[in-house]
């Protein structure tokens, strides 16, 4: 299996700008997270779905993000308009079953820098 | 709230060496995961466990549910083993949420 798939790994982007990023859950995982890791506040969870449902979406800073998943092999999360305090990585996980006995499988995670 | 203190925050150690990093936690939890991440690089989950001890290749990771404690241990370590190495603990049953420790940074020295 390919793993979580992320892209893109690396994105520099400007102020104001639209920023989407994209993961691919591993096949039949119906968990799927979002996190954001900085050296300020370590890793936190952004949005939690469960077979493609938003489960939770507390952790979502700002009217300014947002995540959808259309399906079960595909997950997007954007930031419009991106600030340079949204630089971080972003990674996302994937568990099978429910979220509370599944092994989580991380990304390679997306580095984002807005200048 | 749940709180997850790892310690130390930095290590340095000699190829060879048997290495311990500790978690510990304040609340009741369903499980404790150990991650690793080398520089620039993805996460890897290493371990998840509720109990007791787990054993993958050098790396042992071990639980006590009673002193809300976890360490991970590498025995003959090696420098590839240079990463950060992330404690998290997940909340009760049914629960989804980790709560993440601020990392060990663990160097091997050739």
């Known amino acids: 299996d390919a793993g979580v798939i992320q892209s893109p790994r690396h994105e520099v982007t400007e102020m104001g700008q639209e920023v989407t990023l994209r993961c691919k859950p591993i096949?039949?995982?119906?968990?799927l997270f979002w996190y954001r890791q900085t050296m300020m506040r370590g890793l936190e969870l952004l949005i939690y779905?469960?077979?493609?449902?938003?489960?939770?979406d507390s952790g979502m800073p700002e009217d300014r993000f947002s995540a959808k998943m259309p399906n079960a092999s595909f997950s997007t999360l954007k930031i419009q308009p991106s600030e340079p305090r949204d630089s971080a990585v972003y990674f996302c996980?994937?568990?099978?079953?429910?979220?509370?006995?599944?092994?989580?499988?991380f990304g390679e995670g997306s580095r984002l820098t807005v200048l | 709230k749940n709180e997850v203190e790892q310690s130390p925050q930095n290590l340095t150690a000699q190829e060879g060496e048997f290495i311990t990093i500790n978690c510990s936690y304040s609340v009741g939890i369903s499980a404790l995961h150990w991650l690793q991440q080398h520089p620039g690089g993805g996460i890897v989950s290493l371990f998840m466990l509720s109990s007791g001890k787990k054993k993958h290749g050098r790396l042992i990771a071990t639980i006590n549910i009673q002193e809300k404690h976890s360490s991970l241990h590498i025995t003959a370590s090696h420098p590839r083993d240079s990463a950060v190495y992330i404690c998290?603990?997940?909340?009760?049953?049914?629960?989804?949420?980790?709560?993440f420790g601020k990392g060990t940074k663990l160097s091997v020295i050739p």
């Open positions: 998290a603990s997940r909340g009760g049953a049914g629960s989804y949420q980790l709560t």
């Open positions: 096949s039949g995982h119906n968990s």
């Open positions: 779905f469960n077979n493609n449902v938003p489960i939770d």
């Open positions: 996980a994937s568990s099978i079953g429910l979220a509370s006995t599944g092994e989580l499988f």
